[in-house]
Nanobody, 127 residues
Framework: QVQLVESGGGLVQPGGSLRLSCAAS????????IGWFRQAPGKEREGVLC????????AYADSVKDRFTISSDNAKNTVYLHMNNLKPEDTAVYYC????????????????????WGQGTQVTVSS
C-alpha cells in the first residue's frame, strides 16, 4: 500500500525553525519527484519546494528561497523539509507528495502533476 505520512509540525515563534518529515511506505521515495506544498485557510494549495528525480534539480517558491531546504534519508525512505527563519505567513498545513520521475523542476511546483499525497501536518508561526 502506497502511503506518505508527514510529521514534525507544531507551533513556533517567528524566526524559529522546524523540520518536517515525510515518510514513505509501499514504494521507494527517491525514484520519484517529491514536492512539499502548503495550504493556508482560505487560500489555494501552493508549491513550496520540490526536487526532481529526473535531473536532481530543486525548485523553490520565491517566498521560501534562502529559508527552506530539502534533504533525504534513503535508508529511512524519508524526505525532510527544513524551515528556517519562519514567518507568520508560513502558517499553513504542509503536505508532501510524489509525482512520476519524468517531471523536472520546471513542473514540480504544480500540484496537478502529483499522484500521491500525505495527510498534512499543521505549522503555526506565532508569538
Amino acid at each position: 500500500q502506497v502511503q506518505l505520512v508527514e510529521s514534525g509540525g507544531g507551533l513556533v515563534q517567528p524566526g524559529g525553525s522546524l523540520r518536517l518529515s515525510c515518510a514513505a511506505s509501499g514504494f521507494t521515495l527517491n525514484y520519484y519527484t517529491i514536492g512539499w506544498f502548503r495550504q493556508a485557510p482560505g487560500k489555494e494549495r501552493e508549491g513550496v519546494l520540490c526536487i526532481s528525480s529526473s535531473d536532481d534539480t530543486t525548485a523553490y517558491a520565491d517566498s521560501v528561497k534562502d529559508r527552506f531546504t530539502i534533504s533525504s534519508d534513503n535508508a529511512k525512505n524519508t524526505v525532510y523539509l527544513h524551515m528556517n527563519n519562519l514567518k507568520p505567513e508560513d502558517t499553513a498545513v504542509y503536505y508532501c507528495a510524489t509525482a512520476p520521475p519524468a517531471y523536472g523542476s520546471s513542473w514540480c511546483l504544480i500540484a496537478g502533476v502529483y499522484d500521491y499525497w500525505g495527510q498534512g501536518t499543521q505549522v503555526t508561526v506565532s508569538s
